[in-house]
């Protein structure tokens, strides 16, 4: 073998080695890149499922708090119609009363409203006197049409009798029986000059209703609240 075929022969060898050192070099390479790639994809999988059960977990938690939310209102509007219906049926108790009943009632509530004004009439008279003072000259008690036919003159008369002695003789004749009638359920309203009381059953069971719904509810409902 010659010089140069011991050269060339050389060279051959030497660039084979770089070619196999390079194969293990890209190799070593592409498995590391998979690797690489097997990693991410496993991590980008396990965020995925991470997110996912978050997500899943707050359905669940939207969901359960919708029906909690649906369940109060649910039972809130019950409760409501119970009261109401508790109210709806005393109403309509108050005003099936029997009649000597229902006189006595609506006489107490003209003699309360009657008596109070005065009452107010007569500070307001001892801070800017009398003249300054509108007096009315009678005090009218407005029915509706069918209690002015029939209970206007008992109410009239147990008014009187509930008031003697509490307001003068001359007060107690300015009351009287209005010409005109109201548009209400049963009760009266008073009127004192350019001043109407409401004595309406509804007024007067508005504010019954004002004072009492909370205790009625709590009446209602607390024991069953307390299991």
Do not use: F, G
């Given at each position: 073998m010659t010089g140069l075929d011991k050269i060339t022969e050389k060279i051959i060898a030497?660039?084979?080695?770089?070619?196999?050192?390079?194969?293990?070099?890209?190799?070593?390479?592409?498995?590391?890149?998979m690797f690489a790639a097997s990693s991410d994809a496993e991590r980008i999988k396990a965020s995925l499922e991470e997110r996912a059960q978050k997500e899943a977990e707050n359905i669940i938690a939207r969901a359960k708090s919708s029906v909690a939310m649906q369940k109060r209102n649910l039972i809130l509007d019950a409760k409501s119609k119970a009261v109401d219906s508790i109210f709806e049926t005393a109403?309509?108790?108050?005003?099936?009363?029997?009649?000597?009943?229902?006189?006595e009632l609506v006489s107490r509530l003209v003699a309360a409203a009657i008596t109070d004004e005065l009452e107010t009439e007569k500070n307001n008279i001892s801070l800017y006197g009398e003249e300054n003072v509108d007096i009315p000259e009678k005090y009218e008690l407005i029915f509706n049409e069918s209690d002015k036919k029939k209970l206007s003159d008992a109410v009239l008369k147990g008014t009187e009798r509930i008031v003697i002695g509490k307001i003068s003789r001359e007060e107690i004749s300015k009351l009287s029986i209005a010409e005109d009638t109201a548009d209400i359920d049963g009760g009266v309203i008073v009127r004192l000059g350019n001043i109407e009381i409401n004595c309406s059953t509804e007024a007067v069971f508005a504010l019954v209703r004002e004072r009492m719904e909370s205790e009625i509810s709590e009446m209602l409902f607390s024991e069953e609240e307390n299991k």
């Open positions: 030497e660039a084979r080695a770089d070619a196999a050192a390079i194969n293990d070099r890209a190799s070593k390479q592409c498995a590391d890149i109403y309509k108790e108050l005003l099936a009363l029997p009649e000597e009943k229902y006189c």
